[in-house]
């Protein structure tokens, strides 16, 4: 299969939009699709990667690796590579822009599968470029985006809550634990991979 999708435990109906949306984005930079592996993680995950391919120390959204992106031809060879989204990043990114989880998921993947394609940021006339792709892509992702709250909405409000003050008036002097919110694990299903994928791959089998 020519994208594979790994997602954290409940989330897997996001697969099928995850797999048609990278393949539109690929397919709209005219470029042909070899394999690419989509993984849905974690900040910790991210940042562990984050950290020793790219060298920053920090937690990310998103982080892609092109297989071919240092050889002469490689605009010309089908695309192979990897794409890493972390979910805790999609629900904080979401609130912060007042968007829905679906909406920001859907913008990353995009700007990922980007990237992937070769675009890049890093210079103003470079930066434009790219954006203006992202924001195409993006006027066409709205199925991709009603597919991804469908299932986020849900993820969302499945969180536990605060217990309320009469709750916490008849257990009080009891052990209680904490509400917290969901934090997505590293999946435990990933194509065999060789390279940069490999270490991705053992890096999401730790964190489990």
């Known amino acids: 299969m020519p994208i594979t999708v790994t997602t954290p435990r409940g ?11 990278v393949a539109a984005v690929v397919r709209g930079e005219g470029r042909r699709l070899e394999e690419v592996a989509v993984v849905l993680a974690d900040d910790e995950l991210l940042h562990r990667i984050n950290a020793e391919w790219r060298g920053h120390d920090y937690a990310t959204d998103v982080i892609s690796f092109a297989y071919d992106e ?11 590579g990897d794409l890493l ?8 990114q979401a609130a912060r822009y007042r968007v829905t989880p679906g909406a920001e998921l859907a913008r990353l993947v995009i700007h990922g599968a980007l990237h992937l394609c070769g675009h890049d940021h890093m210079r103003k006339g470079e930066r434009a470029r790219m954006r203006t792709r992202e924001e195409a892509a993006l006027r066409k992702a709205k199925p991709a985006v009603r597919a991804f709250d469908a299932v986020l909405t849900t993820m969302r409000s499945a969180a536990p809550r605060p217990a309320t003050r009469r709750r916490k008036a ?6 209680r634990p904490k509400a917290t919110a969901p934090k997505a694990k590293a999946a435990t299903r990933r194509p065999a991979r060789t390279g940069p994928a490999r270490r ?4 999401a089998s730790r964190a489990r």
Do not use: K, M, N, Q
């Open 200 to 203: 991705t791959r053992d890096a």
């Open 170 to 175: 008849a257990t009080r002097g009891a052990a």
């Open 70 to 80: 240092h050889e002469a031809d490689a605009a010309t060879r089908p695309l192979r």
């Open 11 to 21: 989330l897997g109906r996001l697969s099928t939009p995850l797999r048609a949306l």
């Open 85 to 92: 989204i972390s979910v805790d990043r999609v629900f904080v």
